[in-house]
């Protein structure tokens, strides 16, 4: 059998990202042959929830069920405040495709806005002009460790009853206000990726304030299963014939964890600060070599934190200077062969993806321009754990400039 090649990349998105610590924790698990999710998942929901400053946490096995989890447990018939079908929801136009997906997949009608240029997130004018008496749902997606102005968002939500779900999976640790993101909302999300502000490999979790919405997100991600939930199920008496061990009392799916995500994560977790100070400094030290290079002449925008906010940063986004947008594919696949590794920000402007035209979203053919100007001039590079030597930034910064003036 051939092996199969991985790229080794001078400066990759994220380096070491597992450490000899984490392993040993998945070991442990793995030689205490409880794989599946058990007492290391229930104490790192407990530690999160806690830290994040929201009663529960549920942990699931990716931050994109993260989100399904949270727009299917919005419309379920068990709570209270929910929505329905061909109720409209509306989400940034820069954003992922399981931010989106779960909407439509939940007979949601997805309203796109436009963004905010200096903070990638969600343009509040914007937001504000797509409400309508059908929108019953806001779906934010909170950008690489940045945020948008999340108190005239709160105004928004309780002047039109919007179900609020904030997509957190890549800004874990960003503070509004000294408030964390993802805490604001009626559910917010977290993805415990590779590259993420802490890995699992994979898994995620979900946050909330109340016991209903905690009853439900437990119950959809473990089939629909009444195990576990503390919650009055006497009203399920009647249905003598069913096993009380394996009584089914909701729609639901399997978006658990194993013990192993859990111990890797929470492992993680407890470093958690470390991380994103060093994300911090190498985002400082980055941007201060850029501007002391003989060769800068403001090529690039750095985008940076908005009032009230304290981000924990994922990614290092960029701008291109306008003048060299027509050469951003070319320069970009310079830095791949070169081993700088990079990302669009998120997905581009997704009104371009040809899914959407797929499931006709915009057939309006509504324009987004502040989207378009990040799809077109803008990308990102990693943020190390680890500090950075100022060689090798200088190296990346000298790489950077040369191959964008080649």
């Not at 068990?78 to 929801?89: G, S, V, Y």
């Not at 502000?197 to 009444?226: K, P």
């Not at 934190?305 to 981000?311: A, R």
Request: with cysteine; charged share 25%.
């Amino acid at each position: 059998m051939s092996k199969i090649k991985i790229k080794k990349f001078y400066y990759p998105l994220l380096n070491n990202a597992i450490s000899d610590s984490d392993i040993q924790k998945g070991i442990e698990v793995l030689k205490s042959k409880q794989l599946t999710m058990s007492k290391i998942t229930r104490k790192f929901e407990k530690e999160f929830a806690s830290y994040i400053g929201s009663k529960f946490a549920v942990m699931v096995n990716s931050g994109s069920s993260a989100n399904l989890l949270s727009v299917f447990a919005s419309c379920n018939p068990l709570r209270n405040k929910r929505f329905k079908r061909d109720d409209e929801a509306i989400i940034p136009s820069i954003c992922w495709s399981t931010s989106l997906w779960p909407l439509v997949q939940a007979g949601l009608k997805p309203v796109f806005a436009d963004i905010n240029k200096e903070t990638l997130n969600i343009d509040i004018d914007s937001l504000e002009s797509k409400i309508t008496k059908k929108t019953k749902v806001l779906m934010m997606v909170h950008v690489l460790g940045l945020s948008t102005e999340m108190d005239k968002v709160r105004k928004l939500v309780k002047k039109y009853n919007l179900i609020l779900i904030e997509d957190t999976c890549e800004s874990l640790g960003t503070m509004y206000k000294n408030k964390f993101l993802g805490s604001f909302g009626d559910f917010g999300t977290y993805s415990f990726y590779y590259s993420h502000q802490i890995t699992a490999g994979e898994g995620g979790m979900v946050v909330c304030n109340n016991r209903e919405d905690y009853n439900l997100l437990m119950s959809l991600r473990s089939h629909g299963w009444s195990r576990g939930l503390k919650m009055n199920l006497s009203k399920y008496k009647k249905y003598k014939g069913v096993d009380k061990k394996f009584m089914f009392i909701n729609s639901g799916f399997n978006l658990r964890p194993t013990e192993i995500q859990a111990a890797i994560g929470f492992n993680q977790f407890k470093r958690k600060n470390i991380f994103k100070h060093n994300r911090s400094k190498n985002r400082e030290k980055i941007i201060k070599a850029f501007k002391k290079n003989s060769e800068w002449s403001n090529q690039f925008i750095f985008i940076k934190e908005n009032k009230n906010t304290k981000p924990s940063w994922f990614g290092m986004p960029i701008l291109l200077n306008e003048k060299y947008k027509k050469k951003k594919k070319k320069f970009l696949e310079s830095l791949d062969r070169i081993g700088i590794e990079t990302r669009p920000i998120i997905s581009g402007n997704f009104i371009n993806q040809p899914s959407v035209d797929l499931y006709k979203l915009n057939e309006k053919k509504d324009k987004f321009p502040n989207a378009q100007y990040v799809d077109d001039c803008g990308f990102f590079i990693g943020l190390q754990t680890e500090i950075v030597s100022d060689l090798k930034i200088k190296k990346l910064v000298s790489i950077m400039l040369k191959t964008l003036e080649t």
